[in-house]
Nanobody, 123 residues
Framework: QVQLVESGGGLVQAGGSLRLSCAASGRTAGSYTVGWFRQAPGKEREFVAA????????YYADSVKGRVTISRDSPKNTIYLQMNSLKPEDTAVYCCAAAPADYATTRSEYAYWGQGTQVTVSS
């Protein structure tokens, strides 16, 4: 079992930046991929970015590539999502999730989910 707690969301103006954090606890040993997903009102949850816990390989959705960076702090068991040049269409609830695999970018591959943190970008 893996527990995930997100933080760092908030209200920001377009063009601004936010850094989201995802603190992991529980059975974090082994091969995991930790990803960020987002869900805007009336839309399906979509993949944003992911990082393999052991190798540090990163994956990004085309919609955020170049504006978002995912990273990990292994001693702190924390994953970060740095978001720059934010746009109103980035407004959503952002959730982190963990998949027991070396590579995972689809929702169905993720077994553990956090509660989410709201990101609102004003124009």
């Amino acid at each position: 079992q893996v527990q995930l707690v997100e933080s760092g969301g908030g209200l920001v103006q377009a063009g601004g930046s936010l850094r989201l954090s995802c603190a992991a606890s529980g059975r974090t040993a082994g091969s995991y991929t930790v990803g960020w997903f987002r869900q805007a009102p009336g839309k399906e949850r979509e993949f944003v970015a992911a990082i393999s816990w052991s190798g540090g390989y990163t994956y990004y959705a085309d919609s955020v590539k170049g504006r978002v960076t995912i990273s990990r702090d292994s001693p702190k068991n924390t994953i970060y999502l740095q978001m720059n040049s934010l746009k109103p269409e980035d407004t959503a609830v952002y959730c982190c999730a963990a998949a027991p695999a070396d590579y995972a970018t689809t929702r169905s591959e993720y077994a553990y989910w956090g509660q989410g943190t709201q990101v609102t970008v004003s124009s």
